[in-house]
């Protein structure tokens, strides 16, 4: 299976590139730095730079040709600005689901955030995050072409990661470590019975597989 991985650089997608690469699967990072590759090739990852900021849709499409899915886990960071809010949180991931229909490529996962709401109310930057969130979620709901599944963990931690989760429609708050998601969102790809559901996850006691199975209704 080919997976082209927005943010490829990020902390959940190189922890996801490594088990697809583990398990046979052709993992494929988007990059803003060519020096970002050397982590990618590491990972067992194919790098392509390209900025998710200034691309067009064909050019990202482009990069999607002959993927089998597609996941966004792009984010601006915690020391961004509410413009970069806007611009990678939103703007890059209704882009990237744009493309993803026009390459063709039916699944699609999204790395949301717990508590995304495009109607969420405040002024801080953690408030305009939550709204980017928010309505990138419902921009890839509106898309008929796309397969698509949204992942909202809670508080992402670097704690190792003891594959038990909780993952639930609503789940309530909690910490969850990075390589449990990532352990996740590679599950969530082999499962396409998990297509259409928004789910969260946080550190529970069921093991990521049976947990996916559950919400697949397996």
Same mark, same amino acid.
């Given at each position: /299976?080919?997976?082209?991985?927005?943010? #490829?650089?990020? %902390?959940?997608?190189?922890?996801?590139?490594?088990?697809?690469?583990?398990?046979?699967?052709?993992?494929?990072?988007?990059?803003?730095?060519?020096?970002?590759?050397?982590?990618? %090739?590491?990972?067992?990852?194919?790098?392509?730079?390209?900025?998710?900021?200034?691309?067009?849709?064909?050019?990202?499409?482009?990069?999607?040709?002959?993927?089998?899915?597609?996941?966004?886990? +792009? #984010?601006?960071?915690? #020391?961004?600005?509410?413009?970069?809010?806007?611009?990678?949180? %939103?703007?890059?991931?209704?882009? !990237?689901?744009?493309?993803? $229909?026009?390459?063709?490529?039916?699944?699609?996962?999204?790395?949301?955030? /717990?508590?995304?709401?495009?109607?969420?109310?405040?002024?801080?930057? !953690?408030?305009?995050?939550?709204?980017?969130?928010? +309505? &990138?979620?419902?921009?890839? %709901?509106?898309?008929?072409? =796309?397969?698509?599944?949204?992942?909202?963990?809670? /508080?992402?931690?670097?704690?190792?990661?003891?594959?038990?989760?909780?993952?639930? &429609? $609503?789940?309530?708050? #909690?910490?969850?470590?990075?390589?449990?998601?990532?352990?996740?969102?590679?599950?969530?790809?082999?499962?396409?019975?998990?297509?259409?559901?928004? =789910?969260?996850?946080?550190?529970?006691?069921?093991?990521?597989?049976?947990?996916?199975?559950?919400?697949?209704?397996?």
């Amino acid at each position: /299976m080919r997976v082209v991985i927005a943010g #490829g650089h990020g %902390r959940i997608a190189l922890r996801l590139e490594r088990l697809l690469a583990a398990g046979g699967h052709e993992p494929v990072g988007i990059i803003r730095r060519p020096e970002q590759e050397a982590d990618l %090739r590491a990972a067992g990852a194919r790098a392509v730079v390209l900025d998710l900021e200034s691309a067009s849709v064909g050019e990202v499409a482009a990069a999607l040709e002959g993927a089998d899915a597609a996941v966004f886990a +792009a #984010g601006a960071g915690p #020391g961004s600005g509410a413009d970069r809010k806007d611009t990678v949180d %939103r703007a890059a991931a209704v882009l !990237f689901a744009d493309a993803a $229909e026009a390459a063709g490529v039916r699944r699609f996962l999204i790395v949301s955030s /717990m508590g995304a709401d495009a109607r969420h109310q405040g002024d801080d930057v !953690f408030d305009v995050y939550l709204r980017a969130k928010g +309505a &990138a979620d419902d921009a890839v %709901r509106a898309h008929p072409g =796309l397969d698509w599944t949204i992942l909202r963990p809670g /508080m992402l931690t670097d704690d190792a990661g003891k594959g038990l989760v909780r993952l639930e &429609a $609503e789940t309530g708050r #909690g910490p969850i470590p990075r390589d449990d998601v990532a352990a996740v969102l590679a599950e969530l790809l082999d499962t396409p019975a998990t297509a259409g559901l928004t =789910l969260e996850v946080i550190e529970g006691s069921t093991p990521v597989s049976v947990a996916v199975r559950a919400v697949a209704g397996n």
